[in-house]
């Protein structure tokens, strides 16, 4: 399966501030990338889909101007969460797939803490 | 309105025992089937990816799938306690797509 990388595994910031998490395919070229969030005891929510080169197509209710999405290369997706407060902390996940691959493989997912 | 239903256990089993996982859907366009394995803490892990009926074995894991029935299951043989883990069943219309997942089953394997 494909090798997924993501950074920083787990972060704490305050109230306000931004943070950009990265999510790297390490194998191969990831023509489409999607970011999840995850609650503790929740399930897995789409929060977006981001296609290589592409806008992000978000799912209802994920704010883009709040998570902003970035798949500038076949290789590299950004998520940055924008004026983060609280409520944001969660479990952040992010998967792969591309032309070579049937099969979506995620990274290790980043854990924000938003004190 | 894509759903994909599991029972959400917890499914004990003993150690060395047959654990027996299902999955129903609705979509009748779905065209590939996938387990994951999440455990607590972490990222979903897949462990099985199905296309067309019947049975699928890998190790000590098979899946199976009923595209009339719109089911399908995944069995793990030789239960471990290293299997405690939450099943999560997902389906996708084409690829590229994103996944639907339903919402997991847990499974506890008593040593």
């Known amino acids: 399966g494909a090798v997924v990388s993501q950074h920083p595994s787990w972060v704490i910031c305050k109230s306000g501030t931004s943070v950009k998490i990265e999510c790297r395919s390490l194998?191969?070229?990831?023509?489409?990338m999607f970011w999840y969030r995850q609650f503790p005891k929740q399930s897995l929510m789409l929060m977006a889909t981001?296609?290589?080169?592409?806008?992000?197509?978000?799912e209802q209710g994920v704010e883009k101007d709040k998570f902003l999405i970035n798949h500038a290369s076949l290789t590299l997706s950004t998520l940055t969460v924008t004026s983060a407060h609280p409520e944001d902390s969660s479990f952040y996940i992010c998967s792969v797939s591309g032309t070579s691959v049937y099969e979506q493989y995620f990274g290790p997912g980043t854990r924000l803490t938003v004190t | 309105q894509k759903e994909v239903e599991q029972n959400s256990g917890p499914l004990s089993v003993p150690e060395g025992a047959i654990a027996s996982l299902n999955c129903t859907y609705s979509?009748?366009?779905?065209?590939?089937f996938f387990w994951y394995r999440q455990y607590s803490g972490k990222s979903p892990e897949l462990i099985m990816s199905i296309y067309s009926n019947g049975d699928k074995e890998d190790g000590r894991f098979t899946a199976q799938l009923n595209k009339a029935s719109q089911y399908v299951s995944l069995l793990i043989r030789d239960s471990q306690p290293s299997d405690s883990a939450t099943y999560l069943c997902?389906?996708?219309?084409?690829?590229?797509?994103?996944?639907?997942f339903g919402k997991g089953t847990r499974l506890s394997v008593i040593a």
């Open positions: 981001s296609n290589e080169g592409s806008k992000a197509t978000y």
């Open positions: 997902a389906l996708q219309t084409s690829g590229n797509t994103p996944l639907v």
């Open positions: 194998d191969f070229q990831a023509t489409t």
């Open positions: 979509d009748r366009v779905s065209q590939s």
